[in-house]
């Protein structure tokens, strides 16, 4: 394949001073946000990527990626927040046992403590994704973070929803994988391995199952996050560069998280990974309970072709607008998917000016 575009490149974002800013969590990891400044400005947007993604999903050179949309359109000093799950760390493929607890109580208050330092009290908007929105939504919600003027939530928030082929996956993959494949993670690119080693083997039994397009990673993906041929997005919907690339923006994964999933969808909301963790006392056991006094407005984003966490957050927008009535929107995203919402092609026509009129209406 010819490389059309560098891996983490920042290429995708002309006319802002970027800049780096390290933080670190209560149990020592190394996060990073990045900024895109043009200007200061009243308004100041952090967005949140989700489960091996990076920030690196909304500065794509190939299309008109969300940070500089949000440039144009008047939100003049944007940040991404790499936590994590970030595939530009290496923590998602070490030994590790982390939950969304850990996210939602360190890595979100640590991000927001990093970003007030640099702009104060200005508004905060919050953008988030897939898992980092559900995690976000634990830290808002449970109070680790406040004063957020607004969040945009895609796919999936405090009431996770899986299609019954990913609940099963959900119940007996990590064991499978650690216990049986001796695989600790996954990881798209596994059809790149040498021949016949054990991703190698996986790689190719995936396939079988995948005669849908030509790049195996996209078939990994599927297998690894949800439901369909192919499970993160319809395929018309990405430049074709991006569908190439796609091990680029969503990278190797270890197990764990799934675990909590799994337990957030038996569950029907969020929930604890282990409410006996007295690391985590200060979370809610129940999210749902104090959401009442949560004064942030939610815009639940959600493609009506998510196979990932289908009706996820149309359960989530009429359960928190009984709680509070006329509080939060709803917006179905039609001919979309779980992915595709943030890296498609149209979505500067289809689905970012939904969420700058969002944005704008909370600030009013
Ligand atoms: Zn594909």
Not at 254 to 281: C, E, I, T, W
Not at 297 to 315: C, E, K, M, S, Y
Request: net charge negative; glycine share 6%.
């Amino acid at each position: 394949m010819q490389r059309h575009i560098a891996r983490y490149t920042l290429e995708g974002v002309k006319d802002a001073e970027i800049s780096v800013h390290p933080f670190a969590t209560e149990d020592d990891l190394g996060l990073e946000l990045r900024r895109f400044h043009r200007a200061d400005c009243d308004d100041v947007v952090l967005i949140v990527h989700g489960l091996t993604s990076s920030s690196d999903m909304f500065i794509m050179p190939e299309h008109h990626n969300l940070v500089s949309f949000l440039l144009d359109a008047g939100f003049t000093d944007v940040w991404t927040s790499d936590f994590r799950m970030s595939n530009r760390f290496p923590y998602d493929t070490e030994t590790h046992r982390f939950t969304l607890d850990d996210i939602a109580h360190w890595d979100h208050p640590a991000a927001v403590r990093e970003l007030r330092r640099h702009v104060g009290d200005r508004r905060v908007h919050v953008i988030a994704h897939c898992l980092g929105s559900v995690s976000f939504s634990m830290s808002l919600f449970g109070g680790a973070v406040d004063g957020i003027t607004s969040l945009v939530s895609n796919s999936v928030s405090l009431t996770p929803r899986v299609p019954a082929w990913s609940r099963f996956k959900l119940a007996v993959g990590p064991a499978m994988s650690e216990y049986v494949l001796g695989l600790s993670f996954l990881d798209p690119r596994f059809g790149d391995a040498p021949p016949f080693t054990r991703g190698w083997m996986l790689s190719r039994a995936v396939s079988l199952f995948h005669r849908e397009c030509d790049v195996r990673a996209c078939h990994m993906e599927s297998f690894m996050w949800g439901s369909g041929r192919p499970a993160m997005y319809p395929h018309d919907n990405l430049d074709p560069v991006t569908h190439e690339r796609i091990a680029d923006l969503l990278g190797p994964c270890g197990l764990n998280y799934f675990r909590h999933v799994r337990k957030m969808v038996s569950a029907g909301q969020v929930v604890k990974y282990d409410p006996s963790d007295s690391r985590h006392a200060d979370l809610p056991d129940d999210y749902l309970a104090g959401a009442a006094d949560i004064p942030t407005p939610v815009l639940f984003l959600t493609g009506d072709q998510n196979h990932v966490f289908p009706q996820a957050n149309v359960v989530c927008y009429e359960t928190l607008n009984k709680i509070a009535p006329g509080r939060h929107e709803l917006e179905i995203l039609p001919g979309y998917g779980h992915f595709d919402p943030f890296t498609g092609k149209n979505v500067h026509l289809d689905v970012f000016p939904k969420i700058v009129d969002f944005l704008k209406r909370s600030a009013a």
